[in-house]
């Protein structure tokens, strides 16, 4: 095969990718829609949660689990015109949804994709509006019911999917709640363990963003054959992932991800770079964990003790032994290309 046609064969796979996530936010937006238009007749308070789903799911997430679980779909020969295959990879975007507003619940997070956080919306209209009870309650308790709301419809939505996914499904959904437990349990004990925040990363964001949709989706194509070069680009690929969000709440712009800066040192998250960071110097544990003290100061010292540079290698390296376990998987050469850019794409993110 000619350069020129590897390339349009890898430019076609792309657009095929592309084209089928214009569909899954489609499938997204006319799901909502009906599910409003249905309760909209009932009251005007049973819209509520609906609306919060449907205002996250308009506000432009990056859609990566559905798009390492369509990939991974059409890497194994599935069907691009199946309509199941939209309703899995709409049913992963509904599972991330509900878990990124728990998450800010957990996490104190005061925004998301730009926004105010559900929970922080809620909280303030019922401030505003004089209502009884205690506000913040009153936020969190929307916000854990709208969370739960989108994890209902996304059972539904994958109840049509291909049957092969459904095993893959139910250990993702498992494991990113167990990993969630893992991860607030391990911010509260706040020991310096690299081999628990390293666990932690892999079952709460690795596997549950990259690793599991790409198994899912190429289990919805009947090929299980994959599964073991697929979960090994995965896993690697996933951890460098979350390095690159570690890095991106440490050092990165408010404006660009769309969420609180500084949210790991303020919850303190045992996260992989903080992790190594105290084991060169203790005194930033007493930085994020005595009050008094800003998170640049906290910048600085991490910068001081050379790790964020030293995340950046294990990135790169993560990155390539992901690729490299796909080297001798049965994949045609522009699915081994677009799982490669994907990867490199993800590492190196900047939101």
Do not use: N
């Not at 799901?31 to 449907?54: C, G, K, Q, S, T």
Request: hydrophobic share 45%; charged share 25%.
């Amino acid at each position: 095969m000619t350069r020129r046609a590897a390339t349009d064969q890898a430019t076609s796979a792309r657009r095929t990718v592309e084209d089928l996530l214009q569909r899954v936010q489609h499938r997204l937006t006319s799901f909502l829609a009906a599910e409003r238009a249905h309760y909209a007749e009932v009251h005007e308070h049973a819209v509520v949660a609906i609306d919060a789903l449907a205002d996250l799911a308009a506000a432009g997430g990056k859609l990566l689990r559905p798009a390492f679980c369509l990939t991974g779909y059409l890497a194994a020969g599935g069907d691009p015109a199946e309509p199941g295959i939209v309703d899995a990879a709409a049913a992963l975007e509904l599972l991330h949804i509900s878990a990124l507003v728990h998450d800010d619940v957990l996490d104190d997070s005061r925004t998301r994709r730009g926004k105010p956080a559900v929970h922080v919306l809620h909280t303030t209209l019922h401030r505003t509006r004089g209502w009884q009870g205690e506000s913040r309650r009153f936020g969190e308790g929307v916000a854990l019911l709208v969370g739960d709301l989108a994890l209902v419809y996304s059972d539904e939505l994958m109840a049509g999917a291909p049957r092969g996914a459904f095993a893959e499904w139910h250990r993702l959904r498992s494991e990113v709640m167990i990993g969630q437990y893992m991860d607030v349990a391990a911010a509260a004990e706040f020991s310096v363990d690299p081999d628990l925040s390293r666990l932690i990363a892999l079952i709460k964001s690795g596997r549950y963003t990259i690793h599991r949709p790409l198994v899912l989706g190429a289990s919805a194509a009947g090929r299980t054959d994959l599964a073991g070069a697929l979960a090994h680009y995965g896993e690697a690929v996933g951890e460098a992932f979350q390095l690159r969000d570690d890095l991106l709440d440490a050092f990165g712009d408010a404006a660009r991800t769309g969420k609180t800066a500084g949210l790991d040192f303020s919850q303190h998250k045992m996260t992989l770079l903080l992790g190594w960071a105290m084991q060169r110097d203790s005194r930033i544990h007493d930085l994020i964990t005595e009050p008094g003290h800003t998170p640049d100061e906290i910048r600085a010292r991490l910068l001081d003790t050379g790790v964020p540079a030293d995340v950046e290698q294990h990135i790169a390296h993560l990155v390539d032994q992901g690729c490299a376990a796909l080297a001798d998987a049965p994949l045609e050469p522009q699915w081994r290309a677009q799982l490669t850019d994907m990867a490199l794409r993800v590492a190196y993110r900047d939101k």
